[in-house]
T-cell receptor, first 112, second 119 residues
Framework: TQLLEQSPQFLSIQEGENLTVYCNSS?????LQWYRQEPGEGPVLLVT?????EVKKLKRLTFQFGDARKDSSLHITAAQPGDTGLYLC????????????FGKGITLSVRP | GAVVSQHPSRVICKSGTSVKIECRSL??????MFWYRQFPKQSLMLMAT?????????EQGVEKDKFLINHASLTLSTLTVTSAHPEDSSFYIC???????????????FGSGTQLSVL
């Protein structure tokens, strides 16, 4: 089973600061997904990265997939209280019935 | 966009009773649905894969007789927590894959979860 390590586990920052969080594995990913989850809600897909070295931007969020496809990062510029939540990376298995395996998640708190 | 409806959103029950949670795909068909459990401030742990018209596939350590899964139609899967105990208290989340895009990584949609509290 391929394991995903996310770091840091908890992060509390002031509004306006920048931050970077990470998702790593000892094995190569075929693709990786990032989700954000708010308390009492299901996770919402933010992005899927597939190609090594790929960079995707979603407003103030920048996602990068490592060249070797073993790691990924999420950078948030000028964080806002609305960014508060649990950020999860996940691996998708292969095939039609493939399951999604999540990392342990990063709890982000942005103070106003 | 595709929507997965999960019901109820919150349930409180007495120890020893059974609780049924429904997961419906509202505007697409799903041969496969997934059930996850999440404890406070922790990640989602896959419990089982629900397959329409066949038996569910359970992850290691998940009791089949404790967590009954039925996927009788292409739009509905149910999870029944039988003889619930306080340690079963958790947030349960389902997800469903859009059959029309079954090889696309984007087409997996999550319900809004069910908070189960067993007294």
């Amino acid at each position: 089973t391929q394991l995903l390590e996310q770091s840091p586990q908890f992060l509390s920052i002031q509004e306006g600061e920048n931050l970077t969080v990470y998702c790593n594995s000892s094995s190569v990913f075929s693709s990786l997904q990032w989700y954000r989850q708010e308390p009492g809600e299901g996770p919402v897909l933010l992005v899927t990265v597939v190609t090594g070295g790929e960079v995707k931007k979603l407003k103030r969020l920048t996602f990068q997939f490592g060249d070797a496809r073993k790691d990924s990062s999420l950078h948030i510029t000028a964080a806002q209280p609305g960014d508060t939540g649990l950020y999860l990376c996940a691996l998708q298995g292969r095939g039609a019935n493939s399951k999604l395996t999540f990392g342990k998640g990063i709890t982000l708190s942005v103070r106003p | 966009g595709a929507v997965v409806s999960q019901h109820p959103s919150r349930v409180i029950c007495k120890s020893g009773t059974s609780v049924k949670i429904e997961c419906r795909s509202l505007d697409f068909q799903a041969t496969t649905m997934f059930w996850y459990r999440q404890f406070p401030k922790q990640s989602l742990m896959l419990m089982a894969t629900s397959n329409e018209g066949s038996k569910a596939t359970y992850e290691q350590g998940v009791e089949k007789d404790k967590f009954l899964i039925n996927h009788a139609s292409l739009t509905l899967s149910t999870l029944t927590v039988t003889s619930a105990h306080p340690e079963d208290s958790s947030f349960y989340i389902c997800s469903a894959r859009d059959m029309a895009n079954q090889f696309s990584n984007e087409k997996l949609f999550f319900g809004s979860g069910t908070q189960l509290s067993v007294l």
